[in-house]
């Protein structure tokens, strides 16, 4: 078992930043890819950014590149996601996720462990 914790959602204007962390216990942290999704209301989850265990093969979806900026701390347990240049269509649910395998990372079928979500809202 995997054990994720998100925080440094919150309140932002457009243009602004948020630095979001994910926490991780349990099995070997360094073992999984590690995976940003959200989900706005009424909208399904989509796929943000991965990282691969080697913290050197990340992976964006085409509406957060150049913008947002994924990457992973494998002695703390940590992955974390900049966000910068933040948008009101960027306002959504943000979930943590590991997984590993051979399913394609941009899938929520890949991840095996998910944390609670960390809210992000960003104001026009």
């Known amino acids: 078992q995997v054990q994720l914790v998100e925080s440094g959602g919150g309140v932002v204007q457009a243009g602004g930043s948020l630095r979001l962390s994910c926490a991780a216990s349990?099995?070997?942290?360094?073992?999984?890819?590690m995976g940003w999704f959200r989900q706005a209301p009424g909208k399904e989850r989509e796929f943000v950014a991965a990282?691969?265990?080697?913290?050197?093969?990340?992976y964006y979806a085409a509406s957060v590149k150049g913008r947002f900026t994924i990457s992973r701390d494998n002695a703390k347990n940590t992955v974390y996601l900049q966000m910068n240049t933040l948008k009101p269509e960027d306002t959504a649910t943000y979930y943590c996720?590991?997984?590993?395998?051979?399913?394609?990372?941009?899938?929520?079928?890949?991840?095996?462990?998910w944390g609670q979500g960390t809210q992000v809202t960003v104001s026009s």
């Open positions: 996720a590991a997984g590993t395998g051979v399913r394609s990372k941009f899938s929520s079928d890949f991840y095996a462990y």
């Open positions: 349990g099995r070997t942290f360094s073992n999984y890819v």
């Open positions: 990282v691969h265990w080697n913290a050197v093969s990340l």
